[in-house]
């Protein structure tokens, strides 16, 4: 499976796919566990009246699904691109100051990646909510999971921001993106949290 080869991948010396990646893939995994909740509760004469919230939270998931796998590849993307800024010319000042600008927009690059793959994984937290209470119970604690590692992936997407905000000198940019980012992660946090709770009362 390619997973496998990810999983091997990542914890050798090569230096892709990293943690953004990563970050993608724990939350795909979540957003793949919700999806299967939706299976088990659409078409159940049980959870009739939920029918059609289950149907729109399965297609709604799976689009954020595709979303949060092509972040895995868009974020080893951006990395080689902040790794092909050390490749350029640096003897004279006009190589110096050619390599200091593309740096800086290859960590602002770096930067916007695990940005959209937090507000993708909001995104899927918001699903995943709406199951709680509606799907069925046998697969709750699937959802207890996937509010666990969407949190987890969340968390790590904003640690990646964060160090790729540290290089960017644009200060209007830095603020725009700690500001929202910050919201993205209160909000994401607290959500996920409701979840597990939630689940965890009802096992």
Avoid at 39 to 52: F, M, Q, R, S, V
Wanted: hydrophobic share 45%; proline share 2%.
């Amino acid at each position: 499976m390619l997973i496998i080869k990810f999983i091997w991948k990542l914890g050798s010396n090569e230096l892709t796919p990293g943690n953004g990646s990563a970050s993608a893939l724990v939350v795909g995994v979540g957003a793949a566990l919700t999806r299967i909740v939706a299976i088990l509760t659409i078409g159940k004469p049980k959870y009739a009246e939920y029918n059609g919230e289950m149907e729109l939270v399965f297609e709604e998931m799976k689009a954020v699904n595709t979303n949060l796998l092509e972040c895995i590849d868009r974020d080893t993307e951006a990395f080689n691109q902040v790794s092909a800024v050390f490749d350029l010319p640096k003897q004279k000042d006009e190589d110096k100051q050619k390599r200091r600008e593309a740096m800086q927009a290859a960590l602002k690059y770096a930067t916007e990646i695990p940005f959209e793959t937090m507000e993708f994984i909001l995104e899927a937290i918001h699903l995943t909510a709406k199951a709680v209470g509606k799907s069925n119970m046998n697969a709750a604690s699937d959802l207890g999971v996937a509010a666990l590692t969407m949190k987890a992936g969340l968390c790590s997407a904003w640690l990646n921001v964060c160090i790729n905000l540290s290089g960017v000198k644009d200060e209007a940019f830095k603020n725009d993106y700690t500001t929202r980012g910050k919201a993205i992660l209160a909000e994401g946090i607290k959500i996920a949290d409701d979840i597990y709770e939630e689940i965890e009362k009802s096992l």
